[in-house]
């Protein structure tokens, strides 16, 4: 559903006068305050084992609950993208990254609240301090490692880790190791 759609109120002054102002943007013709849609920043992660196979979720919830995905998540405030990658990866994983590496980014959008928010996704190659603990916990339902040959990207629910997913395989397959030292 389209932000201008949903949002029919000024969120400073209240007044019904909130009018599209441009493609990102609504304006209040009572006060004056715009509002510009920019995307929030959100993080994913590729983590490989020894065998170098990727480690996938399964989303617990909507959007897209019970498709593959990557561990990672939106950003906090205050918080950098390596530290949100990092944070998410224990929340959602319950072990720390000792490394993380910024890959490249992807538009997205995500739909929450039956609201397409849109998101800038960063992407990482993180390692993990103990790939022995690893258990599914917060948004997702389970997570295992898949060798890179076997994964389809048709099988993860949201548009940009299905592309990124599709770049990393190309990218690295029949590769083990993805950092370099």
Do not use: W
């Not at 009018?19 to 943007?25: D, R, Y």
């Not at 004056?32 to 849609?37: A, Q, S």
């Not at 928010?117 to 948004?139: G, W």
């Amino acid at each position: 559903m389209n932000f201008s759609t949903l949002f029919k109120f000024c969120p400073v002054c209240g007044s019904g006068q909130f009018n599209q102002h441009n493609i990102k943007s609504k304006t209040c013709n009572s006060c004056g305050f715009i509002y510009y849609i920019n995307p929030s920043a959100a993080t994913a992660a590729f983590i490989r084992n020894d065998d170098g196979d990727l480690l996938v979720c399964r989303r617990a919830h909507e959007p897209a609950k019970g498709t593959l995905d990557l561990p990672g998540g939106f950003i906090d405030y205050n918080e950098t993208a390596e530290q949100g990658v990092a944070r998410e990866i224990e929340e959602e994983i319950g072990v720390k990254a000792i490394a993380v590496k910024y890959l490249f980014s992807l538009p997205n959008d995500y739909v929450y609240s039956g609201m397409d928010i849109p998101t800038m996704d960063l992407f990482f190659e993180c390692k993990l301090e103990d790939y022995s603990r690893i258990l599914p916990a917060d948004d997702v339902e389970e997570c295992f490692f898949l060798p890179i040959r076997e994964i389809n990207p048709a099988l993860f629910g949201l548009n940009s880790i299905k592309k990124a997913v599709g770049m990393f395989i190309e990218q690295h397959s029949g590769k083990k190791e993805i950092f370099s030292a």
